[in-house]
């Protein structure tokens, strides 16, 4: 073992120490900021604790570090680096220490034994440019001596990467990111398009690439630059909502960004538009500008849709006998639109149901899934969230499923186009005769195509939702534009039943939806409003509902109760009152297991929620009644779970989701979590909650409309409570404008209904 070597360097000021050993084994990492807690192995078989930030090290890695020794409190004697150099093996006692480590794939002790003895200082030449040598040693075959090489060789790849891409700013973690999505590329994109890194890589924004972009030389004015900033400006508005920008306004964005003129930017689009990476759509006298990717989505689903509109001449008298049968049979009564909605979606291979709560979806769709089953006809039922999906289960008596479960999400990572993210497609479509999605209206433009794709001509699609509720996350307003679009059969229930009629929750959101002032009189056995006027007393109000008055009074745990805001930011947002929720009903305890996670903390026992996308994460469900599992990949934006374990040692959390999932989020993901005592009432879209808190206050007036509390209000199954100001109540119900949406699916889908 090579001795540990210490030495003494004098400044002026300071007195440093330079150490020199093998590093033994990686204790702790922080991924997010390269914080390392690590063993260095020392001459007499002893080993020392090293500290410190250490964006590129690996176990085997012969290093020097500099800094000093300290008297940890609970840790004892530890070296604290504030610098470091990886030293290259030289000899072959140190290319014996990196192999044995098992650094590289493949090779163990035993085996780095054999090696070094073979071919000695020459061991790493050997490796990098004739590992097929490696096969005169016993036990390495040629397939194995490539797959040592090909390990090695990314172990030193992605080292100096993230060398490389430490003096552009880029963290470890992102860096990491970089290298595995573009390999030896990386360094032409990095040095001739670094904008393309906003398109590839989650977490690295346009802001971002403008400083790299900066660093390597790229002109402010460039043409280059201009055209990364329009492309980057419709990106940012798919994040809004929208699939289009009219031309102003996408020039006024990318000005705004850029810092530069107008003129600058108006050139450039016909440039774009040549590359085909945007596409240019006049409309009366405005031109309307598209990603290429989306303008063809729009034009896609059209297609699709056009295919599956198909419709079935049949008796009347003979469908209406069947649906007396299951009246009969099953005790359900259809009135006159429902008995319709029955009738019109049995005759057309595109139909839409629409109605607001109580007004009777779920009866319709139990008279008619039973006729299709009757008719020996195989269905599929899903909605965008595990909640919905459980929901639709328990009122059909029919597994439902969640879309992306449904489609068999593909988990590779990198995979963005839907017909390889999702394994059914028009290759591999859906094995049944009819599908139903529920809560349409949470569904966006790409997850819409990707269904379209796995929907062979020939099957029936019925599309179940609230035309009212808030539009979906992403891009697009689907359920809205199949209706605007006159081109399909839809039927809007609107009787309220007797049953739901005696309901205050059903009843007041139906007076929110027609701009009535909702009952609050508190003479209701579930809805309520207490007027308060400051935000303390607000908080303190909710606390006090959640842990104490309200789980008896319907019956639920705490966590079951629901407190939806309008906002992420603000006295009343969704940041604080999470804080102040959990520190009421998960505070912090002798033994109680915690991690830190961006600014806050994360506790077994903590009600969270999933921010983004992540189709890499592996689930699993075990079965209470036997010992099979079901098991998959991908956790969505809006999932929701409670955290049952914190590794100590590595930071690992594992999640159990509401539909059953268990997930283990690695420490890297885990800033992929947020707490959800309180969420906003966009994240509420497709969940039923026993009972629903909102605190009313104060906010934008773009935000604070009718379609908010309406959505907020028909989330609750039992009860509803609302807290702050009645006059922003009242505010709010007058208030009819949404934030605009550019969307034109209904104009695709006139246009290719009329060819």
Not at 47 to 69: N, P, Q, S
Not at 196 to 204: L, Q, R, V, Y
Not at 280 to 296: A, H, I, P, Q
Request: glycine letters at 8%; charged letters at 25%; a negative charge.
């Amino acid at each position: 073992m090579r001795v540990l070597s210490l030495m003494m360097i004098h400044d002026k000021d300071n007195t440093l120490t330079t150490l020199t050993g093998f590093v033994e084994h990686i204790i702790y990492r922080n991924p997010e900021n390269a914080y390392t807690v690590m063993d260095l192995s020392t001459g007499d078989g002893g080993e020392i604790t090293l500290v410190g930030i250490f964006h590129v090290i690996d176990e085997g890695d012969y290093i020097e570090a500099e800094g000093d020794f300290t008297n940890h409190a609970s840790y004892g004697m530890q070296f604290k680096a504030t610098s470091y150099t990886i030293k290259v093996p030289e000899d072959r006692e140190a290319m014996y220490h990196y192999l044995a480590s098992g650094a590289v794939n493949g090779i163990r002790e035993s085996l780095a034994g054999k090696i070094v003895e073979k071919f000695g200082d020459d061991t790493f030449r050997i490796i990098s440019e004739e590992p097929e040598r490696l096969a005169e040693i016993k036990g390495i075959s040629i397939k194995k001596a490539q797959t040592i090489a090909a390990s090695f060789a990314e172990k030193a790849g992605m080292r100096r990467a993230l060398i490389y891409l430490q003096r552009y700013g880029i963290s470890n973690a992102m860096a990491v990111k970089v290298y595995e999505k573009y390999h030896e590329k990386m360094y032409a994109i990095i040095e001739e398009n670094p904008y393309k890194m906003t398109e590839d890589i989650e977490g690295i924004g346009f802001k971002k690439a403008d400083e790299i972009a900066e660093r390597s030389g790229i002109e402010r004015h460039s043409a280059f630059r201009i055209r990364a900033g329009i492309l980057y400006a419709l990106n940012l508005s798919l994040g809004e909502g929208n699939v289009f920008l009219p031309e102003e306004e996408l020039i006024e964005k990318t000005a705004a960004l850029l810092a530069v003129e107008k003129s600058e930017i108006d050139s450039l689009l016909s440039d774009l538009a040549m590359k085909h990476e945007i596409v240019c759509r006049k409309t009366g006298d405005e031109v309307n500008v598209y990603l290429s990717n989306y303008y063809n989505m729009e034009i896609e689903c059209a297609k699709r849709l056009l295919e599956l509109n198909i419709c079935e001449e049949m008796s009347e008298e003979s469908i209406e006998a069947d649906i007396r049968k299951i009246e009969k049979r099953t005790d359900l009564t259809l009135e006159e639109h429902q008995r319709e909605a029955v009738k019109v979606a049995i005759q057309n291979g595109v139909f839409v149901m629409t109605g607001g709560p109580g007004t009777g979806k779920t009866t319709t769709l139990k008279v008619l899934l039973k006729y299709f089953v009757s008719k020996g006809m195989d269905v599929m039922l899903a909605a965008p969230t595990g909640r919905a999906a459980r929901r639709m289960t328990e009122a059909t008596g029919i597994e439902a499923r969640t879309i992306h479960r449904m489609l068999e999400v593909n988990g590779e990572a990198g995979i963005s186009d839907s017909r390889r993210m999702f394994a059914r497609n028009e290759e591999n479509p859906l094995e049944t005769d009819v599908v139903v999605i529920d809560e349409m209206s949470m569904v966006d433009l790409p997850l819409f195509r990707a269904l379209l794709r796995a929907v062979s001509p020939g099957m029936r699609i019925i599309l179940v939702g609230d035309e009212h509720q808030l539009p979906s996350v992403g891009p697009g307003m689907v359920l809205r534009d199949l209706i605007n679009s006159h081109c399909f059969e839809v039927v809007t229930l609107k009787k309220i039943f007797r049953q739901a009629g005696e309901s205050d929750i059903v009843m007041n959101a139906h007076a929110i939806l027609e701009g009535r002032a909702p009952k609050l009189d508190n003479q209701s056995k579930d809805f309520f409003f207490l007027q308060r006027n400051d935000a303390e007393t607000i908080i303190q109000g909710i606390i006090y509902l959640v842990s104490q008055k309200l789980p008896p009074y319907i019956g639920a745990e705490s966590s079951e109760i629901q407190v939806m805001t309008p906002m992420k930011k603000g006295a009343l947002g969704v940041e604080v009152l999470n804080q102040r929720l959990q520190e009421a009903l998960n505070p912090k305890e002798p033994g109680k297991v915690e991690r830190t996670f961006g600014s806050g903390v994360l506790r077994v026992g903590d009600k969270v929620m999933q921010t983004k996308n992540n189709y890499q994460l592996e689930w699993e469900i075990s079965s209470v009644h036997s010992s099979l599992k079901e098991s998959g990949s991908g956790v969505f934006n809006g999932d929701m779970g409670v955290v049952e374990s914190i590794d100590p040692g590595f930071g690992n959390v594992e999640v159990l989701f509401d539909d059953g999932r268990r997930v283990v989020y690695p420490s890297a993901s885990v800033s992929e979590l947020e707490l959800a005592y309180a969420i906003t009432i966009h994240k509420s879209q497709g969940s039923e909650y026993p009972a629903v808190i909102m605190p009313l206050f104060t906010g934008p007036e773009i935000l604070m409309n009718r379609n908010l509390i309406y959505t907020g209000v028909t989330r609750a199954k039992t009860c509803v409570v609302l807290m702050g100001r009645r006059a922003t109540i009242d505010n709010m119900i007058q208030n009819t404008h949404e934030q605009r949406r550019y969307t034109s699916l209904s104009k695709r889908i006139v246009e290719v209904f009329s060819m």
